[in-house]
């Protein structure tokens, strides 16, 4: 990817509240909480017409960049319901539990693995000074049930995590497809957390959509593509922000490892909820494909075709969520500049333009001249055919600038009376609002190349 060199950082700015994401997520159509006429759900919401737009765009940047570009990586498409010992052999039916404690002056819960360990010592609240309760415990899995005769009915689960999918897939994978070790099964996929602290908007959910990629290799190789894929995935998402300063690389502590883990990253962002996960860069050695063989009775073992060795290959993961990736580019992307003239500030979007769910707004200058109105449309009906294209005339051209700005579109052309005599349009950049002529004629590849990837 070449263009993000070239894209203006917004360097110290005040991290966002986000409260103003929320704000303008429900105004402009990103994102609803769900079932609100019945007064909600917590951790659960809805993606409004620009929504799915900028969330398909992040998942299809993902799948170009991790499956389409890298001839060892292949994807799939899991089920969200499993067969019910997927999740013992996981660990996730005796594991998977958080501690909770509440505090019993101000009714406040609290995860205790989230607790400043001193409050945790001391039995103390963190926002009220009071007395908290000895902690209970909880399972994060969304129980189901198969069937509908009562008393034949299977309990199963949602998936708690997409990853398992890859793991039940990768024999049917190495059979069906041409791959050998080394390889990668990308999925991008729901998953279900009976959460106990929903909160913070897209941050933790009860449903929400994770992107995973499990690498398997031979275990002399782990340490190379371990370093490969910490790197590139570091990378990714840092060539998507503004705030360079803003994303780091964490080294987990030996007591936050895995048993089996030699070591374990996160990518990580800092918002106004601190330095939190993005994404984490894990090393699951041969823990997934072994524990799935002993439960399943099936041998996941695999045979070098030239050395003919027989091993258990281990597994190098990346998995992060689509919705913090969401909501952590609004954050980035989100500013308020002030106005020079003393108005309304202007409010940005300043989203990378091939993630931006509006590519480019035409609108003529005035709705009331025919001939403008129908060059104007007739730009925008094709234009449409290869990017997201909205076509406006309500209100002065300023206050349709603005709305564009807001909701990040990259690119507005005017179709104004010189258009009429020389078939040139203006075209306006959103960071810098420097604006070009540019002849109709090359208006589709100039927008092509900056709003796509290549
Ligand atoms: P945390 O410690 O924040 O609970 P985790 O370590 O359990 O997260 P993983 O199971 O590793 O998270 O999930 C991988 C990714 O999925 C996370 O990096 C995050 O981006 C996303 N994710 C996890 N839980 C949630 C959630 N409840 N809501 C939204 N995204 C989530």
Not at 115 to 125: A, I
Not at 362 to 389: C, F, G, Y
Request: glycine letters at 6%; proline letters at 5%.
């Amino acid at each position: 990817m070449t263009q993000t060199e070239d894209k203006p950082t917004v360097q110290d700015t005040p991290l966002v509240p986000i409260e103003k994401i929320v704000s303008l997520c429900k105004r402009r159509g990103f994102v609803y909480p769900n079932s609100e006429i019945y007064g909600g759900v917590a951790g659960i919401y809805d993606f409004g017409p620009l929504g799915v737009e900028l969330r398909n765009n992040i998942r299809r940047y993902w799948w170009w960049s991790m499956v389409q570009t890298h001839d060892n990586v292949v994807g799939i498409e899991g089920a969200t319901i499993t067969h019910p010992r997927v999740w013992e052999a996981s660990g996730h039916v005796e594991n998977f539990v958080d501690r909770l404690v509440d505090c019993k002056k101000c009714k406040r819960r609290f995860r205790i693995d989230h607790l400043p360990p001193e409050n945790w010592e001391n039995r103390q609240c963190p926002v009220c000074g009071g007395e908290l309760t000895e902690p209970r415990t909880f399972n994060l899995l969304m129980e189901t049930y198969l069937g509908v005769v009562e008393g034949e009915r299977m309990k199963t689960y949602l998936r708690g995590e997409a990853c398992q999918n890859i793991y039940l897939d990768y024999d049917n994978v190495l059979k069906s497809s041409r791959m050998q070790i080394p390889f990668g099964i990308c999925q991008i996929g729901k998953a279900y957390r009976n959460e106990v602290t929903p909160g913070n908007f897209l941050f933790r959910q009860r449903e929400f959509e994770q992107w995973d990629l499990q690498f398997f290799v031979h275990p002399s190789e782990m340490q190379r593509w371990f370093d490969y894929w910490k790197q590139f995935r570091f990378e990714w998402y840092t060539n998507l922000i503004n705030h360079k300063d803003r994303i780091r690389l964490r080294a987990h502590a030996s007591d936050e490892l895995a048993h089996y883990a030699k070591q374990a990253f996160d990518v990580e962002y800092q918002t106004v909820l601190g330095w939190q996960e993005w994404e984490g860069v894990h090393w699951r050695q041969d823990w997934d494909l072994s524990r799935h063989s002993q439960y399943s009775g099936q041998d996941l073992s695999y045979t070098d075709p030239i050395t003919k060795e027989r091993y258990i290959p281990w597994i190098v993961e990346t998995s992060g969520g689509v919705d913090r990736t969401f909501l952590y580019l609004l954050l980035d992307a989100y500013e308020e500049e002030p106005d020079p003239a003393g108005k309304e500030p202007r409010t940005v979007l300043h989203l990378h333009p091939m993630l931006a769910p509006v590519k480019v707004a035409v609108l003529p200058l005035q709705k009331n001249k025919e001939e403008l109105v129908t060059t104007a449309r007739d730009i925008h009906k094709k234009l449409q055919r290869l990017m997201v294209s909205q076509y406006d005339d309500v209100a002065a051209i300023g206050r349709r600038y603005r709305r564009q700005d807001e909701i990040g579109t990259p690119y507005c052309v005017t179709v104004d009376f010189q258009t009429l005599e020389d078939q040139t349009v203006t075209v306006r950049e959103r960071d810098s609002m420097a604006q070009i002529r540019l002849p109709i004629a090359e208006l589709t590849m100039y927008l092509l190349e900056r709003v796509t990837w290549q």
